[in-house]
């Protein structure tokens, strides 16, 4: 029994316990991560407070801190107003669409910039070909014109719209025996 409890106290003796020690190596402590975390969150807590302790802002900075809190729920209500319009007016949002088209792609790029600075994320530039890009955008130019101009044909208010004869004469010829052999003979079999 000697060998037992000295090898225990080994263990366990003089206010330590190996085992637990070891584990914590892999595993962390989860009381101690609580006691971590809840340090934590009361430091924070304590960091919001203190930015509202001086209330007593003039109204230029209010103003400001309203403006700082504008862009993000502008961004998201314009993106579901753009789905609105897509869905209320489509040809409206088509011709849109394609007037989007025309924007170059360092043009893009740029606005990828300003707003990932705006919101405070880091942004690398990377080189673009500018000119390449100006020429594909004046060589893309007539296509969106003339998808603009078929696009604007498509309003209700345009002559010929509604025009169902197009229709009729399709059903004419779907109705008409055709002159594929195959067919025929397959009809011949019937």
Known sequence: MGVVSEFFGMLFGGRRNIVAETVEVFRPNAERQAQREATYN?????????EFMHSRKGCFDRFVDGLNRLPRPAMALGCIALIVAAMYDPVWFSARMQG???VPEPLWWLLGVVVSFYFGARHQAKSQDFQKSVAQTVALAPTVVENIRKIEKLHSHSPGVADTRGDVLAEVHATELSGNAAIDNWRAAR
Do not use: I, T
């Open 100 to 102: 989007l088209a025309l």
């Open 42 to 50: 009361h430091a924070a807590l304590g960091q919001f407070a203190a």
